[in-house]
Structure formats: structure tokens, C-alpha cells
């Protein structure tokens, strides 16, 4: 058993080598000419005054590549690109760096796209998998298939969006079948699995209700954020996914910790009372509410990290950015923090209850 344990790892590891191997030689499956520059030469063209006073330097880069597939493989061309020291547009290019060009596989232009990058994600994503299945084993695999399954319901989802259909519904739709495959392929069809589903559904509703509650008690939000995107008629629509999909997680978390343990302290003593399950269940909720809510508050902080540092560029103070531009992410940080503190009573009742009706029964017989 062991052999053969051992025996799978080595396997795996070689197709993860194989596959990052693949990878840096697949130039040939490329329809997009490809080309490794060979030497890179470049001086400074000029400078001028940025914003917010700062000194902008502009250069311009003689590149040699030579190129890697099409009709011209193997013919060095000589590239041009200019790039800013900020590097906010532009980018600059080093020797060894694979890029993608304009033009065709016969006829190369000598302007670069971008760099190829398939070979990052690659390791990266293999990387993933083979840490996942070699610490967790068997719930690695589980872990990779639910998170598969949510990707593949996200991308049809937002499909069906692109073709009109209504964004409140669809997401309503995917808020359920995230909760459902990503607990059902983790922890398989039983009761904590139940009771970690209809937790999450009630307090994603109860979120939701007090969202929308607060929307028109107090009235709309600022929906600035979404200035880029042309006139809509369903704002309130999108901000209202936003915080479903967003508080999902974090809510599921809770959840699932807590309806895991509290099967956990069934199983090993089933005569416990409910009253002493929902203490214990509790006291566990308590010990992971501020790290959920801290997580809330480091995401919400990075995300708000380059908009800030943008519209602060362009002359925008920063009390007009807290007074009119981020209502929307306090009211969603705030509401998104009520369901994790209310996830943990209703998660712990409602796992209690599900948890012990066998041996309810079983003492009733």
C-alpha cells in the first residue's frame, strides 16, 4: 500500500515536469509568432514632471530576438519598445524573456504584444496540485474538483449575463451551487454536510435582507465605482452580487467549522445534550470570528489599495474618497462582518439539532 502510495506521488511529480517542460518548448503550437530576445540594448529618450510633482523617465529599447516558430523560425529581427519608469502603460523587456509579437507565423511584425506567460501558470497551478495532493492526499483531490466545478458554474454564468439574462437571478442561482458542490465534494453527502448548506443559505439571506433593508431605510448607495461601465439600469443589481458572492466564502467558512465539529463531538460522544453541543459549538465560533472578520478587512483594504492610489494621482483628496467614494465597500465590510458574527449561532443550532436527531430517535425507540 505504501509502494503504491509512493509510486503515485513519483508519477504525478514527473507529469508536473513533463507538463512545465512542455510548456517552455510549445512554440510550435503557437498561432501568434513568438521570439526570445537574445540582447537587449537602451538609453533614456527624455524626462518630464509626472503627476503629484514626480519625475517620469521615458527610455527606448534596440532588442535582438530571435524567432521561435512560423515560416521565419530561427531569423533573428530587430525590435523597438519604449517603456516610462513607472512601467504603469508600458513595459520593459530583459534578455531571455519570451514575447509574443504582432503580425501572423508568416509574417512576424516588430512590435511586441506581451510576454509569454503560460509557464508561470503552469507552475503555479501545478505547484497547487501536487502541494494539494501531497499533503492533504485524497481531500487535495476533492478540493481540486470543487474548485473545477465553481469555475466551470462561474464561466457559464456570467455567459448566460453576457446574453442578457437577469445578474440578480443568475447570481442567486450560482450562490447556491457554490455552496453545494464546494461543501457536498468536500465533506460527501452527510448530515454536517446538510447542516453546513441550509447555515450558510440562512444567513446569506439574513445578509441580504439587511442589505437591502438598509438600502431603502437609508437610501442608495454611491455607485461611482461603476462610472467606467457606461449607463446602466440594474447598479443596485450588481452591487448586491457583489456582496452575496463576496460574503459567501467567509460565511461558508464558519459554517463549515462549525457543523464539522460539532459532528465531530457527536460522533465521539454521542449522549452529549444540546445544550452542552451548542456551548462547545459556540466557544468554537468565537475562537475563529475575528480572524474571519480581520480577512474581511485585508481584502477589502487591498482591493481599495489601486483605486485609491489612482484617484489620488489625479488630484482627488483622500477625505473626498472616504466621504463619496467608499460608502459602498464600509456598508459592505460592516454587513458582510453581521453574517459572520450571526453565522455562528445559527450554523450552531442548526448543526445541534441535525447532529443529534439520530440519537434523539434512537433514545426515543
Not at 200 to 217: A, G, K, Q
Not at 231 to 243: L, P
Request: charged letters at 15%.
Amino acid at each position: 500500500m505504501k509502494f503504491c502510495l509512493s509510486h503515485k506521488k513519483y508519477l504525478l511529480a514527473g507529469i508536473y515536469i513533463i507538463c512545465v517542460i512542455f510548456t517552455c518548448f510549445n512554440a510550435r503550437f503557437y498561432h501568434t509568432p513568438l521570439a526570445k530576445i537574445c540582447s537587449v540594448s537602451e538609453m533614456e529618450t527624455m524626462s518630464r514632471e509626472g503627476t503629484r510633482g514626480a519625475e517620469e523617465h521615458y527610455y527606448t529599447q534596440k532588442i535582438t530576438a530571435r524567432i521561435l516558430n512560423g515560416a521565419y523560425k530561427g531569423k533573428e529581427i530587430t525590435l523597438s519598445n519604449e517603456y516610462t519608469s513607472s512601467q504603469v502603460q508600458t513595459q520593459k523587456y530583459h534578455k531571455g524573456d519570451t514575447v509574443l509579437l504582432n503580425g501572423s507565423k508568416d509574417r512576424p511584425g516588430k512590435t511586441i504584444r506581451s510576454v509569454k506567460r503560460d509557464i508561470y501558470l503552469v507552475v503555479l497551478v501545478g505547484g497547487l496540485i501536487i502541494l494539494l495532493i501531497y499533503i492533504t492526499r485524497k481531500q487535495g483531490g476533492y478540493t481540486i474538483v470543487s474548485v473545477i466545478l465553481n469555475t466551470l458554474i462561474f464561466a457559464y454564468g456570467f455567459q448566460l449575463l453576457g446574453d442578457g439574462k437577469n445578474i440578480l437571478r443568475i447570481c442567486n442561482v450560482i450562490a447556491l451551487l457554490f455552496s453545494l458542490t464546494t461543501l457536498i465534494c468536500l465533506n460527501g453527502i452527510h448530515r454536517k454536510t446538510w447542516a453546513a448548506v441550509l447555515s450558510t443559505l440562512c444567513v446569506l439571506f439574513l445578509i441580504m435582507m439587511l442589505f437591502d433593508f438598509s438600502i431603502h431605510r437609508y437610501g442608495d448607495l454611491d455607485y461611482s465605482n461603476l462610472e467606467y461601465l457606461g449607463s446602466m439600469s440594474n447598479s443596485a443589481d450588481i452591487f448586491w452580487t457583489d456582496i452575496m458572492l463576496t460574503g459567501l466564502g467567509a460565511i461558508m467558512d464558519v459554517t463549515v467549522t462549525i457543523s464539522a465539529a460539532t459532528g465531530e463531538i457527536v460522533r465521539k460522544n454521542p449522549s452529549v445534550s444540546i445544550r452542552k453541543l451548542i456551548h462547545s459549538g459556540r466557544e468554537i465560533g468565537y475562537d475563529i470570528m475575528g480572524t474571519m472578520i480581520n480577512v474581511l478587512l485585508f481584502v477589502l483594504v487591498s482591493g481599495m489599495i489601486p483605486m485609491f492610489i489612482l484617484k489620488m494621482n489625479n488630484e482627488i483628496r483622500f477625505i473626498t474618497l472616504v466621504r463619496y467614494h467608499i460608502p459602498y465597500d464600509i456598508c459592505r465590510f460592516l454587513i458582510e462582518s453581521i453574517g459572520i458574527v450571526l453565522a455562528i449561532p445559527v450554523s450552531v443550532l442548526i448543526a445541534s439539532i441535525i447532529m443529534k436527531i439520530p440519537s434523539l430517535k434512537r433514545s426515543g425507540k
